[in-house]
């Protein structure tokens, strides 16, 4: 197995070796507020209402016929996050199984989806992603196939939140480790860029928005 930790010592958002210093501003997008109680919480505004990521699904990392279907996941807050593992953000894996170990009782899914689309800083064997993740990270929440995240060949997913989040002045993604927050009813409930760490308020903030109770 591999162990590779090199990327695990550079701070978030710093390139690393061979990596293009493109990382994305912070703070794109208007944010709207969410009445939580007696206060109003910061939160990403709601994209269009009626339109449902539930008949998306992804091919599971390292098993040929495994399916991660959205649908599965119905009534329930799924964060989408595109990754990778050679990429200065490549430490924020720490955040999100943090987010996943915090929230999964309640409800939350985390699905890592890994990506050459930024700089091509993925691996491209499969089992090596898998390994790389479990080994460095601890990595436990669903992780896809490698997918495309931009262009004309996008994977539909990302075709449909590009739409919605533009619907909703929300942030596309512009490098690894954008975030989307799609709410229980299947609808773009949020997008944050790379730069914003999984651990940020206004993350943790959104999803317990939409968990019950």
């Known amino acids: 197995m591999t162990d590779d930790r090199s990327s695990r010592n550079r701070p978030a958002g710093a390139p690393g070796t061979g990596e293009a210093a493109v990382p994305p501003a912070?703070?794109?997008?208007?944010?709207?507020?969410?009445?939580?109680?007696?206060?109003?919480?910061?939160?990403?505004r709601?994209?269009?209402?009626?339109?449902?990521a539930h008949g998306f699904g992804f091919a599971s990392l390292g098993q040929p016929d495994g399916?991660?279907?959205l649908s599965d996941y119905a009534g329930?807050?799924?964060?989408?996050?595109?990754?990778?593992?050679?990429?200065?953000?490549?430490?924020?894996?720490?955040?999100?199984?943090?987010?996943?170990?915090?929230y999964r009782d309640r409800?939350?899914?985390v699905i890592g989806a890994p990506s050459r689309?930024?700089?091509?800083?993925?691996?491209e064997d499969s089992a090596r992603i898998k390994d790389f993740c479990e080994v460095n990270f601890a990595i436990d929440f669903p992780m896809t196939e490698l997918v495309r995240v931009k262009g004309a060949d996008a994977h539909p997913f990302y075709a449909w939140a590009r739409g919605a989040a533009a619907a909703a002045d929300l942030p596309a993604p512009r490098w690894n480790f954008?975030?989307?927050l799609v709410g229980p009813n299947g609808t773009l409930a949020g997008a944050w860029d790379s730069a914003t760490p999984p651990e940020a308020p206004e993350i943790s903030h959104a999803i317990e928005a939409l968990l019950p109770g």
Not at 46 to 52: L, N
Not at 81 to 97: E, H
Request: hydrophobic share 45%; glycine share 14%; with cysteine.
């Open 107 to 109: 409800g939350l899914v």
């Open 117 to 123: 689309d930024f700089g091509r800083q993925e691996f």
């Open 67 to 69: 399916k991660l279907r």
């Open 178 to 180: 954008h975030k989307y």
């Open 26 to 44: 912070r703070g794109i997008g208007r944010r709207a507020f969410l009445a939580l109680g007696a206060g109003a919480l910061a939160a990403p």
């Open 76 to 102: 329930r807050p799924v964060l989408v996050v595109n990754t990778a593992s050679r990429c200065g953000f490549t430490p924020q894996y720490d955040g999100l199984q943090a987010l996943w170990d915090r």
């Open 46 to 52: 709601m994209a269009r209402a009626g339109v449902s």
